[in-house]
């Protein structure tokens, strides 16, 4: 708002008011651009490679500010979609062959045409490279054909219904033309990505990656003149960040964040925690010591106070998980198996613990663990220290398993060896996020689907834990065979996984994470709200698209 002047002025008080206005036009200048941060704790790297699990451009979650998917999934509402790169898929066969049209006029950010042999050659390059399948898509039957330049199918064995979701809103599209120069795809460093998105590299820096307007863009001209991604060590350097305005849009959890943010200016400062995955503690479940026992695994889950690790660890803002077989609830809640509904404690409980284990033949020893032949139940939970929350939760769940007689302790690692040693399966256990999805399938697959897995020591795309059971991929196959319209097939194919992860516990349900989602209205409107979720609202792959294309200027 401007203040109308008087007409008298003086020379000097005309130069101040020029200088005012100078600085004015500057900062408005400056607030033209996004500031984001989707992730903390993360040493910078100049790679930009979207397959590659420890480039900045992964571990930031920014993938898709360059290279975009095929459709835009709402994952917070079931068949709801928006056409990207493509406009309509379908299946045949089945749903063994998937089609999909393209979108006409799109351009790379390099000024080339993008047409069906990206897409298949995409596709072909994650089956022929399962390194670089960072998406966890199926393997297809036999490479992509491309009838004519707006038309591409996919040919795979088994139905493909349920894994719609990653196979056209995760997989990000790479160009053919600089992809097939690539040796090694899933380890390349890419310092000059090309993509379709709204924005393209402008400059690296171990402080700050920043992205600018792609000319090329078939969407129009995002209203953001850029994209600003800065390194914060911690989630508190981000709190501070985004206390002091300097952040646009954040998503990690910040603890009294109304208190710090929101409060500061309740017309411009707003948070939107929706419920969008189930946290778990996941077990890397190989070997014969007592982890790879159920019981054990059981007797864990049943001692974990979730109350707690919700009100103290998470600030409040993520729900206590309430059924075992790990459904998002609310939002899948038509799913439930009856007798799954509220079988989780809200706290611990040592009666459940002592009666699992003594059951097992688990006695206490001297030291006052439980131990069987000789052997304690010995553990340690592995999180990045820079990840306050899941810090937090590993103390409190070490406390209260330590006190029930189970030898549970903490390890503190930076972010890059977290997701090195998860994807490696270098870890005893570690709290991690779900995959969240519209379909139930898209978390269970993740968690159960060892065809994703790798041995110890290799690089796995889902299932960190090595679990490996034939009921899983049983249940699993007959999820992915079953078509959506078969409501009651389906809730049968889902009670099956709810019932095996209720049981064999690979995963022990935790918390229902929060979509994180901090962001300022004073420069940008439109940001997914809980009024209108569009879109997942946390600030990362593969959303970045959409919501950025929503932005107005304030």
């Known amino acids: 708002m401007y203040r109308k002047l008087g007409v008298a002025l003086t020379a000097l008080s005309c130069l101040t008011i020029g200088m005012v206005a100078s600085i004015g036009a500057a900062s408005a200048s400056s607030s033209s651009v996004v500031t984001l941060e989707g992730n903390t704790g993360v040493t910078f790297t100049n790679n930009f490679n979207p397959f590659d699990s420890s480039s900045f451009a992964d571990q930031l979650s920014v993938r898709s500010l360059v290279n975009e998917p095929l459709f835009e999934f709402d994952v917070?509402?079931?068949?709801?979609?928006?056409?990207?790169?493509?406009?309509?898929?379908?299946?045949?066969?089945?749903?063994?062959?998937?089609?999909?049209?393209?979108?006409?006029?799109?351009?790379?950010?390099?000024?080339?045409?993008?047409?069906?042999?990206?897409?298949?050659?995409?596709?072909?390059?994650l089956n022929r490279?399962?390194?670089?399948?960072?998406?966890?898509a199926p393997t297809m039957a036999s490479p992509a054909t491309t009838p004519n330049k707006y038309t591409v199918v996919l040919h795979y064995s088994a139905p493909q219904?349920?894994?719609?979701?990653?196979?056209?809103?995760?997989?990000?599209?790479?160009?053919?033309?600089?992809?097939?120069?690539?040796?090694?795809?899933?380890?390349?460093?890419?310092?000059?990505?090309?993509?379709?998105?709204?924005?393209?590299?402008?400059?690296?820096?171990?402080?700050?990656?920043?992205?600018?307007?792609?000319?090329?863009?078939?969407?129009?001209?995002?209203?953001?003149?850029?994209?600003?991604?800065?390194?914060?060590?911690?989630?508190?350097?981000?709190?501070?960040?985004?206390?002091?305005?300097?952040?646009?849009?954040a998503g990690n959890d910040i603890a009294n964040v109304n208190s710090i943010f929101v409060n500061k200016d309740?017309?411009?400062?707003?948070?939107?925690?929706?419920?969008?995955?189930?946290?778990?503690?996941?077990?890397n479940v190989t070997g014969t010591g007592p982890l790879s026992d159920p019981v054990v695994r059981q007797a864990i889950s049943?001692?974990?106070?979730?109350?707690?690790?919700?009100?103290?660890?998470?600030?409040?803002?993520?729900?206590?998980?309430?059924?075992?077989?790990?459904?998002?609830?609310?939002?899948?809640?038509?799913?439930?198996?009856?007798?799954?509904?509220?079988?989780?404690?809200?706290?611990?409980?040592?009666?459940?613990?002592?009666?699992?284990?003594?059951?097992?033949?688990?006695?206490?020893?001297?030291?006052?663990?439980y131990s069987k032949n000789g052997q304690q139940i010995t553990f340690s939970v592995e999180d990045p220290t820079a990840y306050s929350d899941y810090y937090a939760d590993d103390q409190l769940i070490s406390n209260e398993l330590q006190a029930e007689g189970i030898d549970c302790t903490v390890d503190g690692v930076q972010a890059s060896?977290?997701?090195?040693?998860?994807?490696?399966?270098?870890?005893?256990?570690?709290?991690?996020?779900?995959?969240?999805?519209?379909?139930?399938?898209?978390?269970?697959?993740?968690?159960l689907d060892y065809t994703l897995s790798a041995p110890v020591g290799t690089s796995a795309n889902s299932d960190y834990g090595r679990y490996d059971s034939p009921a899983a991929q049983t249940a699993l196959t007959t999820l992915e065979n079953t078509n959506p319209s078969d409501t009651a097939a389906l809730k049968s194919a889902v009670a099956a996984?709810?019932?095996?992860?209720?049981?064999?516990?690979?995963?022990?349900?935790?918390?229902?994470?929060?979509?994180?989602?901090?962001?300022s209205t004073a420069s940008f409107t439109g940001f997914v709200t809980a009024q209108n979720p569009y879109m997942d609202p946390s600030p990362g792959d593969p959303q970045l698209p959409i919501i950025l294309m929503h932005l107005k200027k304030a």
């Open 417 to 447: 060896q977290w997701y090195s040693d998860s994807a490696d399966g270098n870890f005893q256990t570690i709290i991690h996020w779900g995959n969240g999805g519209a379909s139930p399938f898209v978390q269970y697959d993740n968690w």
């Open 302 to 369: 049943a001692g974990i106070d979730r109350t707690a690790l919700s009100v103290e660890g998470e600030s409040g803002y993520e729900a206590p998980a309430t059924s075992s077989g790990a459904l998002i609830l609310p939002n899948q809640a038509s799913y439930m198996v009856p007798a799954l509904a509220n079988d989780l404690s809200a706290t611990s409980d040592p009666t459940k613990v002592a009666s699992l284990l003594t059951g097992d033949g688990y006695t206490k020893d001297a030291a006052g663990f």
């Open 129 to 136: 490279v399962p390194a670089a399948n960072d998406y966890g």
């Open 266 to 283: 309740p017309k411009t400062n707003h948070i939107d925690f929706a419920p969008g995955s189930t946290v778990t503690l996941e077990f």
């Open 161 to 249: 219904y349920l894994n719609i979701v990653t196979i056209a809103g995760d997989v990000l599209i790479v160009p053919k033309s600089e992809w097939s120069k690539v040796a090694n795809p899933a380890t390349a460093v890419i310092t000059n990505p090309i993509g379709t998105g709204p924005y393209e590299l402008s400059s690296y820096s171990s402080q700050i990656v920043k992205y600018k307007v792609n000319p090329h863009y078939w969407g129009g001209k995002p209203a953001a003149s850029g994209v600003d991604v800065p390194s914060y060590s911690s989630n508190t350097a981000a709190a501070t960040a985004l206390a002091d305005g300097q952040l646009t849009w």
């Open 497 to 519: 996984l709810e019932n095996l992860v209720s049981t064999q516990v690979p995963v022990a349900p935790l918390l229902y994470g929060a979509d994180w989602d901090e962001y």
């Open 76 to 125: 917070l509402k079931a068949n709801v979609s928006y056409p990207w790169l493509a406009t309509k898929y379908s299946f045949a066969n089945g749903g063994k062959t998937l089609t999909f049209d393209l979108r006409k006029g799109v351009t790379w950010s390099n000024g080339k045409p993008f047409t069906s042999a990206d897409v298949a050659y995409t596709f072909d390059l």
